[in-house]
Nanobody, 127 residues
């Protein structure tokens, strides 16, 4: 089992920045990937970014490339999502997710690939 706890959401004006944190606990994290997804009201959950824990390879949705950065602190078992140049369209509940099985890069953007999810943190960007 893996437990994921997100924090760092809030209200920010367009153009501003936020940093989300996802603290992971439970099983050894040596063979996992952790991702951020988001879900706006009435919309499907969509992929934002992912990072492989050991190789630190990163993957981004086109909508956030160049604005968001995913990173991890191995000692703190924490994954961060630095969000810059925020837009009202980024408003959503942001979820952290983890998969413990080896997963092809092409499947890291698929919500069904992930076994564990956090409770979510709300990000609201005002215009």
């Amino acid at each position: 089992q893996v437990q994921l706890v997100e924090s760092g959401g809030g209200l920010v004006h367009a153009g501003g920045s936020l940093r989300l944190s996802c603290v992971a606990s439970g099983r050894t994290l040596c063979s996992i990937a952790i991702a951020w997804f988001r879900q706006a009201p009435g919309e499907a959950r969509e992929f934002v970014a992912a990072i492989r824990w050991m190789t630190i390879n990163t993957y981004y949705a086109d909508a956030v490339k160049g604005r968001f950065n995913i990173s991890r602190d191995r000692g703190a078992n924490t994954v961060y999502l630095q969000m810059n140049s925020l837009e009202p369209e980024d408003t959503a509940v942001y979820y952290c997710a983890a998969v413990l099985r080896p997963t092809l890069a092409g499947l890291l953007n698929v919500a069904g690939s992930y076994d564990y999810w956090g409770q979510g943190t709300q990000v609201t960007v005002s215009s």
